[in-house]
């Protein structure tokens, strides 16, 4: 996820950012932030590399957040963007460039757990990871790497995108809670699969791109069926929308 940080005073870009790293520490999720001193620098960038979050102050010297935002819905129309400002009374404006909200300086940890679960819900989350802990040190794997696990033993082994297998002891179920993702079914007590990699369903086991097939329990196939049918057609519904 790629979030900007628009504001022309540095204090106030510096502690957004530090509350900003604060929620995506807590819900696991990946960033880069990237921080502007005007709305002229931010567009400019997103013209080159868009993003998918903004925050906006609303009054910037010379230069007015409103005026920004609007620029940026000729060529971005899906960018959430949250205004930051020290009162509402550009709350209609806002509603015209379609503003997700306001965020009322001075910051409140509250408001902006508030907001990232809002975004969370939003759209697709392409940079949760979670943290597990094997032999060779602790590891970040992000949703989007995992192909699938099983548990074996009182150890997880976790089959990752890039080829590698990694193995971390902890419970079956403490692994599974972590992965808080409809990208993932259970197909059995003790095997999760990252429905992201699967190409098919064939009634007994998910087919991998690369030709894998993960099995599934005779008791979850017809919600395996269910649950990729509505994978696939959310998906293909946000990649409509973000073309």
Do not use: W
Not at 172 to 191: I, K, N, Q
Not at 197 to 202: L, N, S, T
Not at 230 to 235: A, M, R, S, V
């Amino acid at each position: 996820m790629r979030i900007a940080i628009v504001d022309d005073i540095a204090s106030e870009r510096n502690m957004l950012k530090t509350e900003l790293d604060a929620q995506l520490a807590r819900l696991f999720l990946d960033a880069a932030i990237s921080s502007f001193c005007c709305g002229t620098d931010f567009l400019c960038a997103a013209e080159k590399e868009r993003f998918d979050l903004v925050f906006l102050d609303i009054y910037m010297g010379k230069e007015n957040g409103i005026d920004t935002a609007e620029r940026l819905r000729y060529f971005d129309p899906d960018c959430l963007l949250v205004f930051t400002t020290t009162s509402r009374d550009h709350a209609l404006e806002g509603f015209r460039v379609r503003a997700l909200h306001y965020l009322v300086k001075p910051y409140q940890t509250a408001d902006l757990a508030a907001l990232f679960d809002e975004i969370v819900k939003r759209f697709s989350i392409t940079d949760k990871y979670i943290e597990i802990n094997t032999t060779g040190g602790v590891h970040r794997l992000r949703f989007q790497d995992i192909l699938y696990a099983e548990h074996y033993k009182h150890q997880i082994y976790i089959y990752g995108a890039d080829g590698k297998k990694y193995v971390t002891r902890r419970t079956f179920r403490e692994f599974t809670d972590a992965l808080t993702d409809e990208r993932f079914f259970l197909c059995s007590r003790g095997v999760l699969v990252n429905m992201e990699h699967a190409e098919d369903f064939d009634g007994m086991d998910f087919i991998l791109k690369g030709g894998k097939k993960v099995p599934v329990s005779r008791s979850l196939a017809k919600a395996a069926h269910t649950a990729f049918g509505d994978y696939l057609f959310k998906d293909f519904k946000y990649s409509e929308r973000r073309n």
